[in-house]
């Protein structure tokens, strides 16, 4: 099982382009979730997937959308980049939203928005 | 979700137990509190949880108070690997629940 995987593990953009990040998780599970780490700071959520055909914001949604495509795939689009996104992007997935479930998380992607 | 306060950072010496303290003192009756913890950059790593029992699994010990208004982490033989950023959450129980909040954790370094 390779668990949570995230493509591309480096980005560079400029300001304005867009992008997609994707999350592939290959454990059956029902929910799934895009976070954000700035340096020196704590995740923040930015939406989350709680089962397929649905998605919810966290925190810090504006300048992001995202898609379930499927159970295992749900990724994050920026649409127009600005440096203020440049970040560290996690994905993580739970067998279900909220407690119990644990969340596991993906390498991460490293953004940078020139 | 409830908001959790934990210290800035720490330091244990190698081989000595670890004990992160954690306040939740807003914590409600269906809320679980979570360790998690982050080594250099890489993607968070669950540790344990709880919800009014104390926990032990083979990574730590999880020691909840019994007014659940805080937790301590315990890792009970520190190595320099533990060397990381630990996060305490509090998570609701609800399947449609996704959101839960990481603070800044606390950044506990381990001495040779």
């Known amino acids: 099982n390779a668990g949570v995987t995230q493509t591309p593990k480096f980005q560079v953009l400029k300001t304005g382009q867009s992008m997609t990040l994707q999350c592939a998780q290959d454990?059956?599970?029902?929910?799934m979730y895009w976070y954000r780490q700035d340096p020196g700071m704590g995740l923040r959520l930015i939406y989350y997937s709680a089962s397929e055909g649905t998605t919810d914001k966290g925190e810090v949604p504006n300048g992001y959308n995202v898609s379930r495509l499927n159970k295992r795939e749900f990724s994050l689009r920026l649409e127009s980049a600005a440096p203020s996104q440049t970040s560290v992007y996690f994905c993580a997935s739970s067998a279900l939203a909220g407690a119990p479930y644990d969340q596991f998380f993906g390498p991460g992607t490293r953004l940078t928005v020139l | 979700d409830a908001k959790t306060t934990q210290p800035t950072s720490m330091d244990c010496a190698e081989g000595r137990a670890a004990n992160l303290p954690c306040n939740h003192s807003?914590?409600?009756?269906?809320?679980?509190v979570y360790w998690y913890r982050q080594i250099h950059s890489q993607g968070p790593q669950y540790i344990i949880h709880g919800l009014k029992n104390n926990e032990t699994n083979e990574m730590a010990s999880l020691i909840i108070t019994e007014d659940r208004k805080s937790s301590t982490l315990i890792l009970p033989h520190a190595t320099l690997r533990d060397t990381a950023v630990y996060y305490c959450i509090v998570r609701v129980r609800d399947t449609n629940a996704g959101k839960s909040t990481f603070g800044d954790g606390t950044t506990l370094t381990v001495k040779p």
């Open positions: 807003t914590i409600s009756g269906n809320e679980y």
């Open positions: 454990m059956n599970h029902n929910s």
